[in-house]
């Protein structure tokens, strides 16, 4: 995702507003999860000169299919994410987009690739434990079905050890 910043450069003061739309590659190394895009990325986007620092203000949106930790099933999510990234020019300096200094990430050229930015972003958007729904059942422990599909019939009733005899009780009656 990259943005043609020359005439921005110029004017300090300036700013834009445009919206894009593109791909990322995935997300596996980076993820504790399997994640999987399922619609491009679209954002929403207002940059600024603010002398000489161009400021990247907006929304990224996107459409990710998860894994729920519960129950194992696979479900659709939109993930809406804030982005406000500083970028500088790097003038003479070697800049790549990777270095950084005080939140400023450095570029060179007329051209700003907010890849990376969108992708930490999003990543950070993700759930630690994916769930499919806020009540999902997940899987059963001792036959492995997925008990939002119904009840499995397994009659293993666990009983915590030290509540054994509590139990007993119940049984005399």
């Given at each position: 995702m990259?943005?043609?910043?020359a005439?921005?450069k110029?004017?300090?003061g300036?700013q834009?507003?445009l919206s894009?739309?593109?791909?990322l590659?995935s997300?596996?190394?980076e ?9 491009p ?7 600024k000169?603010?002398?000489?620092v161009?400021?990247?203000e907006?929304?990224i949106r996107?459409?990710v299919?998860?894994?729920c ?7 659709s999510?939109n ?17 790549n987009g990777?270095e950084?200094e005080g939140?400023?990430t450095f570029f060179?050229g007329n ?9 930490e972003?999003?990543?950070a ?8 729904r806020?009540d ?13 599909l119904?009840?499995c019939?397994c009659?293993?009733?666990e009983?915590?050890?030290?509540l ?10």
């Amino acid at each position: 995702m990259k943005i043609d910043v020359a005439d921005l450069k110029k004017t300090p003061g300036a700013q834009i507003e445009l919206s894009l739309e593109g791909t990322l590659p995935s997300f596996e190394e980076e993820a504790d999860q399997e994640v999987t895009l399922l619609s491009p990325v679209m954002a929403e986007l207002r940059l600024k000169n603010v002398d000489g620092v161009i400021l990247v203000e907006g929304k990224i949106r996107v459409q990710v299919c998860l894994c729920c930790s519960r129950c194992l099933e696979e479900f659709s999510q939109n993930l809406e994410v804030a982005i406000n990234e500083a970028y500088s020019d790097a003038g003479g300096l070697q800049g790549n987009g990777k270095e950084q200094e005080g939140g400023i990430t450095f570029f060179s050229g007329n051209t700003i690739d907010l890849t990376a930015a969108v992708r930490e972003n999003l990543l950070a958007e993700l759930p630690m434990k994916a769930t499919c729904r806020e009540d999902c059942r997940g899987l059963c422990p001792h036959c492995g079905h997925n008990l939002n599909l119904g009840e499995c019939g397994c009659r293993c009733r666990e009983v915590d050890p030290r509540l054994a005899s509590l139990g007993k009780l119940l049984e005399r009656e």
